[in-house]
């Protein structure tokens, strides 16, 4: 009897391991974390600014390229890549032009003397137009890689004024990102790629001095993000699918918004109320 009832509890055992086997295990869903549009790195900030409310303004500069805000921050300076260097009021409207035969694409000013940055698509190299008067216009370098290896039209497309004569460079072209000096001399150079998956490429720049933060906009992804300026983790980023082309980003953190240039067919200036 007792042998029987051990054979028993032997085969119930064996049953019970096959059915708890066979029993699905529930799995929580990973996080999607685009439906927040956010992606932090461990460590990373977590109080980043908050996207509101959007304006759009059509703006009268044929394939607008590079936005910055002008010395006294009343207007913009702007370039589009089919030679135009040009003021914009915050409305949108041109209020003065000079013609450059050169692909400019991305524009930004050192806020002590008052020049301006371009960077040049197609050349691959950084000009500089100098203050007050911003009628010459000097080659100071170029950026060897994107010449090298032939970049053509996925090559510079992004500058930012960084602090003490350094620029941050950047590219479409596996979202490069290059510190140079003013005088040529190469810093660094990373790929925001390895950063993030989010990115696929830098198609304009923004150095957030206050908070030492670098704004870059995709226009193949939709997206704008936050980097640190520091050690270029991914801080934040936020999704803009209904801007056709986002090549341009200038952060205004005196009227709490974030200026965004889409290079259209009816070329277009967003302004983003933003927390700050």
Request: with cysteine; glycine share 6%.
């Amino acid at each position: 009897m007792k042998r029987h009832l051990a054979i028993a509890i032997i085969i119930l055992l064996a049953c019970g391991c096959a059915c708890n086997l066979e029993r699905p295990r529930k799995i929580a869903a990973p996080e999607n974390k685009d439906t927040k549009q956010t992606e932090r790195k461990p460590g990373a900030k977590k109080s980043m600014p908050e996207m509101g409310a959007w304006q759009v303004f059509n703006v009268d500069v044929e394939e607008l390229s590079g936005l910055c805000m002008n010395r006294d921050s009343t207007a913009f300076w702007a370039v589009g890549d089919e030679g135009t260097l040009c003021k914009v009021s915050f409305e949108g409207k041109v209020t003065g032009s000079m013609p450059l035969d050169m692909d400019m694409e991305g524009i930004t000013i050192d806020p002590a003397s008052g020049d301006l940055f371009m960077a040049i698509e197609g050349d691959q190299m950084v000009c500089r137009v100098s203050a007050p008067d911003y009628t010459r216009v000097d080659t100071l370098f170029y950026v060897n890689e994107a010449v090298l290896q032939n970049f053509e039209n996925n090559g510079l497309e992004g500058i930012a004024f960084y602090k003490d004569s350094l620029l941050f460079v950047g590219s479409q072209e596996d979202a490069l990102l290059w510190t140079y000096r003013f005088d040529g001399t190469a810093v660094s150079r990373i790929s925001l790629m390895d950063e993030t998956s989010l990115i696929e490429e830098i198609a304009g720049l923004y150095y957030d001095a206050p908070k030492k933060w670098l704004w870059v906009t995709d226009s193949d992804a939709c997206k704008l993000f936050i980097f640190s300026a520091e050690n270029f983790d991914l801080l934040a980023s936020y999704d803009v699918p209904f801007i056709e082309n986002a090549e341009s980003i200038c952060v205004d953190r005196a009227r709490k918004c974030v200026w965004v240039g889409s290079d259209d067919d009816s070329p277009k200036l967003y302004r983003f109320s933003f927390t700050f």
